[in-house]
């Protein structure tokens, strides 16, 4: 048993890495990694039922903007060993403290580990080192949330549920109303990224002007992107009419 343990430790810590390494190609979900956690603990279709059932609880945790979501990777791969092995479905109960847990720690790592990171990779680059930017960029902040989430799954695998559950009860509140804290300062400093980046005077009206959609008229993310959508094609037709060599001079004037 303890082999299987650690390869549904790997799978946790593969897939708890997914946004970092491999640009959210949802390959980390519950529905996903729930048939490797079956494949290792000898039931697929157990483990891939149970998978299902997580994937329904957590389809709407998605990261847009300032919502920051429950942990789905390693909390997923948890729970369904769990319900595999004890062959109970109560058992999943158990991703939804284990996944608020896990991002708090991951806000923790892209606050503290990712800070560092960004210094090393900055002074990297000062030195045109592009190997070593490359190098940090893709283990401090991967490793740092992948390893204790491997080592979680492992352990609680391993001692049983009530070990999990105790950990989690230990934290001070304190601690975890800090760590949330400091979360949303981090959507401030990306906002703040964001004008930054969109510092152009003719990108800051759409910027703002998305801002008022949202704030005034009350607009959800969909209409927002919608009528994005059909700017950016009136704007397209209307560069299209205006042949290459308008193009041409709105280009130089850019430059």
């Known amino acids: 048993m303890v082999v299987q343990y650690l390869l549904v430790a790997l799978v946790a810590f593969i897939a708890s890495m997914d946004e ?44 847009v903007g300032a919502a920051v979501p429950p942990e789905v990777y390693a909390s997923g791969v948890l729970g369904c060993a769990f319900a595999v092995i004890t062959g109970t479905a109560t058992a999943v109960a158990l991703a939804l403290p284990v996944s608020v847990f896990l991002q708090v720690w991951r806000n923790f790592c892209y606050a503290v580990p990712g800070a560092f990171a960004c210094k090393k990779i900055e002074t990297a680059l000062a030195n045109r080192d592009l190997a070593k930017a490359n190098l940090y960029h893709l283990t401090i902040v991967p490793l ?23 950990a989690l009860n230990a934290i001070p509140q304190f601690v975890m109303d800090g760590l949330n804290v400091a979360s949303g300062v981090m959507v401030c400093i990306g906002f703040a990224l964001l004008i930054r ?29 919608a009528a994005a959508i059909c700017v950016a094609l009136l704007l397209a037709f209307r560069e299209g009419s205006a042949g290459p060599q308008a193009v041409a001079e709105d280009e130089e004037e850019d430059f």
């Open 144 to 166: 740092s949330i992948g390893i204790p989430s491997a080592l979680l799954v492992f352990c609680s695998l391993f001692f049983g549920a009530d070990l999990i559950n105790n």
């Open 20 to 63: 970092q390494l491999f640009g959210i190609t949802m390959l980390g979900r519950p529905l996903f990694t729930s048939l490797f956690v079956g494949l290792i603990l000898g039931d697929v279709q157990q483990g891939v039922i149970v998978g299902a059932a997580l994937e329904s609880m957590f389809m709407g945790a998605i990261m």
């Open 197 to 225: 980046t969109m510092g152009d005077n003719k990108l800051l009206p759409w910027l703002f002007l998305g801002f008022i959609m949202v704030i005034y008229l009350k607009m959800d993310v969909v209409g927002v992107a």
